[in-house]
T-cell receptor, first 111, second 109 residues
Framework: NAGVTQTPKFRILKIGQSMTLQCAQD?????MYWYRQDPGMGLKLIYY???????DKGEVPNGYNVSRSTTEDFPLRLELAAPSQTSVYFC??????????FGPGTRLTVL | GEDVEQSLFLSVREGDSSVINCTYT??????LYWYKQEPGAGLQLLTY?????DMKQDQRLTVLLNKKDKHLSLRIADTQTGDSAIYFC?????????FGTGTKLQVIP
C-alpha cells in the first residue's frame, strides 16, 4: 500500500498562475484534509472532506478550491497564486478511528 | 475558535527526560494527540489520549492530561539524539483536528 501520496514534491509559481496539488490515498478512508504549514508554525486547515461528493471549509480556505469526486482523490486548486500562499502543503486522511495519516508534503513557492 | 498553544523550543541532554507542554481551549475535545515531524517529512502520530483519561504510558512516552486546566504534556524518558524533531500537540473534536505551533526538541549529545 502506498498510503497517502502527494504530487508534485516541489513547485515554483509566478504570481497569478494557477495549479492543482494532487493527493491520493489507497486506504479507503472517508475523511481527507488539506493543511498548510508556514515556517515555524503549526498546521492550518484549508479544506476537508468527510466523503466523496462532500467538502467543507477549514480555517484558511480563501484562495483555494477542492473537489472530491472519488474516495481516493482530493485535489487542491490554487486559481491565482499569491506570495502569501508560499508554504508547505500536507494532505491527510483518517478513517473512523482517530489517527490521521499524512502525505510527504508539497513545497510551494510563489514569486 | 479552538486554540492550541505550545512553547517553541526545548533543549535537553542525551539521556535526560524531556517534557513538552501544551494547553488547549476546546472543552469538547475527544482525543488529544502528539505528533512528531522530522525535517522534510510529514507528521507521524506518536501517541494519543482519550479525553476521559489522565495518563497513558507507551514505552518511553508518558502522556499526562489535566482536563480541568486543559493541559497536556508529553514526557520522553532517556531522550536520544534520534528524538530531535518538532513535536505537535493536537486536539480533535467532531470532524476536525487543531494543531499547536510545534515544539522543536534539540537533544545535545
Amino acid at each position: 500500500n502506498a498510503g497517502v501520496t502527494q504530487t508534485p514534491k516541489f513547485r515554483i509559481l509566478k504570481i497569478g498562475q494557477s495549479m492543482t496539488l494532487q493527493c491520493a490515498q489507497d486506504m479507503n478512508h472517508n475523511y481527507m484534509y488539506w493543511y498548510r504549514q508556514d515556517p515555524g508554525m503549526g498546521l492550518k486547515l484549508i479544506y476537508y472532506s468527510v466523503g466523496a461528493g462532500i467538502t467543507d471549509k477549514g480555517e484558511v480556505p480563501n484562495g483555494y478550491n477542492v473537489s472530491r469526486s472519488t474516495t481516493e482523490d482530493f485535489p487542491l486548486r490554487l486559481e491565482l497564486a499569491a506570495p502569501s500562499q508560499t508554504s508547505v502543503y500536507f494532505c491527510a486522511t483518517k478513517d473512523r478511528a482517530h489517527e490521521q495519516f499524512f502525505g510527504p508534503g508539497t513545497r510551494l513557492t510563489v514569486l | 475558535g479552538e486554540d492550541v498553544e505550545q512553547s517553541l523550543f526545548l533543549s535537553v541532554r542525551e539521556g535526560d527526560s524531556s517534557v513538552i507542554n501544551c494547553t488547549y481551549t476546546d472543552s469538547s475535545s475527544t482525543y488529544l494527540y502528539w505528533y512528531k515531524q522530522e525535517p522534510g517529512a510529514g507528521l507521524q502520530l506518536l501517541t494519543y489520549i482519550f479525553s476521559n483519561m489522565d495518563m497513558k504510558q507507551d514505552q518511553r512516552l508518558t502522556v499526562l492530561l489535566n482536563k480541568k486546566d486543559k493541559h497536556l504534556s508529553l514526557r520522553i524518558a532517556d531522550t536520544q539524539t534520534g528524538d530531535s524533531a518538532i513535536y505537535f500537540c493536537a486536539e480533535a473534536s467532531y470532524q476536525k483536528v487543531t494543531f499547536g505551533t510545534g515544539t522543536k526538541l534539540q537533544v545535545i549529545p
